[in-house]
């Protein structure tokens, strides 16, 4: 008699459910030709502390993993051109600032800075983050954009006042006279929200050496430490500089782990980003990435 047994069929395990990149998508009046966006966790290949959507090379996470995120972020945004990736230091110094502005800012991809800033459509100036403040900037006319890696060194060295100066070099292609402060639109991304960032006196004091009234944006911790409101000290500055138009700054990174990488509460962690672009169509018709506004 032959045996009419049959090797059970192994189940087929089903795929990995395969999840869009959440976005979240500046709500300011920029115009139409100025794309921006700030990455979350959400939508990527990472595992672990990692998980999901890390786009920073250097932060102990596998390489080919990293390339895949970035290759996703590529994709879902139809971006025009490989991110001007930087590698940022805290310090204040721009990519593509004063002659550079006028060359092509592609070649200085890779460039150690903290900021990156350009007038050619097509390049997508892009900072990482996970605490500290991506800042967003633009022109009201589009013809200018930059995007800003914020640490409260950076901060107290500088950064913002560098990047609003680079903003408005007049450069006989763009406008014969410098650019009027009013005219410059700010969004501030995913930070460490004031009730998280625990500093020491000496932060503190740097700040009060510059500005006496930032005082309002440390409160008392413990231990003679304080708590230091990161996007507020930013605000400050900006208005300083007569920039009014400032938007955004309301999301905490370290109050929502589902949500952001938080370097402060987790340590080894990913990086999100926050990318800005001019569009070379300038009619505002390029693809959305579906982001939630804010």
Not at 1 to 6: E, G, I, K
Not at 218 to 225: L, T
Request: net charge negative; proline share 6%.
């Amino acid at each position: 008699m032959r045996d009419l047994r049959v090797n059970p069929i192994e189940p087929r395990q089903p795929e990995p459910r395969k999840t869009a990149p959440e976005m979240i998508e500046p709500d300011w009046p920029a115009p139409a030709r100025v794309r921006a966006y700030s990455t979350t966790r959400d939508g990527g290949v990472g595992t672990g502390v990692y998980a999901s959507l890390n786009l920073g090379d250097h932060v102990g996470d596998a390489p080919e993993l990293v390339a895949r995120n970035r290759a996703i972020l590529r994709e879902h945004l139809q971006l025009p051109s490989e991110p001007f990736w930087l590698r940022q230091v805290h310090g204040c110094t721009l990519a593509g600032e004063d002659s550079a502005i006028l060359s092509d800012a592609r070649t200085l991809g890779g460039c150690e800075a903290d900021g990156a800033v350009t007038s050619d459509p097509g390049v997508v100036c892009v900072v990482m983050t996970a605490d500290c403040l991506p800042v967003l900037m633009c022109d009201d006319r589009g013809t200018r954009v930059a995007a800003v890696h914020a640490g409260w060194r950076g901060l107290a060295s500088g950064i913002l006042e560098r990047a609003i100066a680079a903003m408005g070099v007049s450069s006989g292609r763009i406008q014969s006279e410098p650019m009027a402060s009013e005219r410059i639109l700010v969004w501030l991304g995913p930070v460490i929200g004031p009730d998280a960032f625990e500093v020491g006196p000496e932060v503190r004091d740097r700040f009060l050496e510059a500005d006496p009234e930032s005082i309002d944006a440390f409160r008392a911790s413990r231990d003679g430490r304080f708590l230091a409101d990161l996007a507020g000290l930013a605000r400050r500055r900006l208005a300083r500089l007569g920039v009014t138009g400032v938007y955004g700054g309301g999301y905490c990174t370290h109050s929502n782990p589902r949500r952001f990488f938080s370097y402060r509460r987790d340590g080894v962690t990913g990086r999100m980003a926050s990318l800005i672009w001019l569009d070379g169509n300038g009619d505002g018709d390029a693809a959305t990435g579906g982001g939630h506004h804010a």
